[in-house]
């Protein structure tokens, strides 16, 4: 599994993401339980809930969808709840509305849930971000770097907020198609607080390939969360085990897993240059 390195240190890598992300729990078919992902960003909405149940799921060999009679987001500071609206395309997910108010930083948002008779509740905020300045490449070969695939290798800078207490998160892309959506890289603040971040990514590029390295800041929540997450997955057994209880979850409600998070985005692209001669 190639992954995001940080001056020789391998971040922590083994899930996924985004709008329509899909929680990759190992699951005993006699667990029940309802799985909610949310996702609040400051960039333009709809923003998005999917609700699905791990009822089923060894059977059907898919990820079964769940309805709610009610599904709220809050943007605390503005004042505005929104009941959000089932999509017609995809069942189990929920959309924002147009009057709801594109995310800000430092604004808290609150999910609320309502199905068969059970209340779900979630809070998240969007905490603080500067540019991710720009990525560069170099060009790698077994012969000449301690890699498994000759190409480029792509460097993204960015200026991290002094003040202990930031988690980010990297997305990558690679001609519009999301590289690392079967894995999560997530870092804190410890290495670089207040300084210059240079992580590289571990993924070789091919010549004229378009690169976009996409930074989220992440509240504390969802750091836990995808560190949990990622250490359960590494050290349960068979498929057949239940949802690890050390992959901790915000939402609060009666046999729930799963994130609400509100995050700022960033994005950096690059198109890497021919092959060397």
């Known amino acids: 599994m190639k992954s995001l390195q940080l001056n020789g240190l391998l971040l922590a890598a083994a899930l996924l993401t985004s709008c329509e992300e899909v929680i990759d729990y190992k699951l005993n078919s006699t667990d029940e339980k309802l799985v909610v992902e949310g996702l609040v960003t400051d960039q333009p909405g709809p923003y998005t809930v999917r609700l699905t149940s791990t009822k089923g799921y060894l059977d059907q060999g898919r990820v079964p969808s769940a309805t709610a009679g009610l599904v709220t987001i809050t943007d605390v500071e503005a004042g505005v709840t929104d009941t959000l609206r089932a999509s017609t395309a995809t069942a189990g997910l929920y959309l924002t509305t147009p009057r709801f108010p594109q995310g800000q930083i430092g604004h808290h948002y609150r999910l609320r849930i309502v199905r068969e008779g059970q209340e779900y509740t979630a809070e998240s905020e969007i905490k603080r971000i500067l540019p991710l300045d720009s990525l560069s490449f170099k060009y790698k070969t077994p012969q000449t770097d301690a890699v498994s695939d000759s190409g480029y290798y792509t460097t993204a800078y960015f200026r991290e907020a002094a003040g202990r207490g930031d988690y980010y998160r990297f997305l990558i892309y690679q001609n519009r198609r999301w590289r690392n959506r079967s894995e999560v890289a997530v870092i804190d603040d410890e290495l670089y607080d207040g300084n210059y971040g240079d992580p590289e990514i571990g993924y070789n590029i091919n010549p004229r390939d378009t690169v976009t390295v996409e930074l989220r800041s992440i509240d504390k929540a969802a750091y836990d969360f995808y560190i949990g997450l990622t250490n359960a997955q590494l050290n349960t057994g ?34 890497a240059p021919p092959k060397p001669r």
Not at 245 to 266: D, E, M, Q, Y
């Open 238 to 271: 068979t498929p057949f085990d239940s949802p690890p209880a050390n992959a901790p979850t915000n939402v609060r409600g009666n046999r729930v897993i799963g994130l609400f998070t509100a995050c700022a985005a960033r994005r950096a692209t690059r198109v």
